[in-house]
């Protein structure tokens, strides 16, 4: 079965600064990875995506992730971070084409220090 | 496109009450979820649907029921609420037969349920 493994349950980040949330998965073939952003009460918004080909991809808001196979990582990374970037962020991997839902990570706070 | 669109936003039940939390998509996907979301576990999958009466379990089944009869809609039943069940839920929706190809799952809204 697959799983999804986020070491940080809270990162505290200042203002400006560069982050790096990370992602390690366990899955048996190719895997559809993704992150999401939740804000406190609201639903989740995709950040991006990985299928296959590049292995680093882009996504919105200024966030990219680098998927690495021979690591089982898929870590996500922003240079420059806002205020308004805090909220809880998800990483999940999708088998048999999510014809089977997702399987999601735990989760990580992210705090931003003025 | 309204997306994926989730009713009621709030419910307070008392043990032992049942309900229908619905969801229904307007994008023709045939693949549809449940997930429940509790403090520190994520997402975790109730139930998901791969097509028009199709249906199978995921990771947290126990106490609720689905059925897919119309490929917009897919309801979740709670038989008897528990305080257990206390969470939020969400509906997802992905792939569309016309692109032939799986992209990400749509999210909707959520419903908070407090069982009492």
């Known amino acids: 079965a697959q799983s999804v493994t986020q070491p940080d349950i809270h990162i505290t980040v200042s203002e400006g600064a560069s982050l790096e949330l990370r992602c390690n998965y366990s899955?048996?073939?190719?895997?559809?990875l993704f992150w999401y952003v939740q804000s406190p009460g609201q639903g989740l918004q995709l950040l991006l995506k990985?299928?296959?080909?590049?292995?680093l991809v882009q996504g919105i808001k200024g966030f990219e992730a680098e998927f690495k196979r021979s690591q089982s990582s898929f870590n996500l990374r922003k240079p420059s971070v806002h205020w308004s970037d805090a909220a809880e962020y998800f990483c999940?991997?999708?088998?048999?084409?999510?014809?089977?839902?997702?399987?999601f990570g735990k989760g990580t706070h992210l705090i931003i220090q003025p | 496109n309204a997306g994926v669109t989730q009713t009621p936003k709030f419910q307070v039940l008392k043990t032992g009450q049942s309900m229908t939390l619905q969801c229904a998509q307007d994008?023709?996907?045939?693949?549809m979820s449940w997930y429940r979301q509790d403090p520190g576990m994520g997402l975790r999958l109730i139930h998901y649907?791969?097509?028009?009466?199709?249906?199978d379990q995921g990771e947290v089944p126990n106490g609720y029921n689905v059925s897919r009869s119309t490929t917009e809609d897919f309801p979740l039943r709670l038989l008897s609420a528990a305080p257990s069940q206390t969470s939020v839920y969400f509906c997802?929706?992905?792939?569309?037969?016309?692109?032939?190809?799986?992209?990400?799952?749509?999210f909707g809204p959520g419903t908070r349920l407090t069982v009492l």
């Open positions: 994008m023709n996907h045939e693949y």
């Open positions: 990985y299928f296959s080909g590049d292995t």
């Open positions: 997802a929706s992905s792939y569309s037969p016309a692109s032939g190809r799986w992209n990400e799952q749509f």
């Open positions: 999940a991997v999708g088998a048999r084409g999510g014809a089977d839902g997702l399987t």
């Open positions: 649907s791969v097509g028009a009466g199709i249906t």
């Open positions: 899955y048996g073939a190719t895997p559809y």
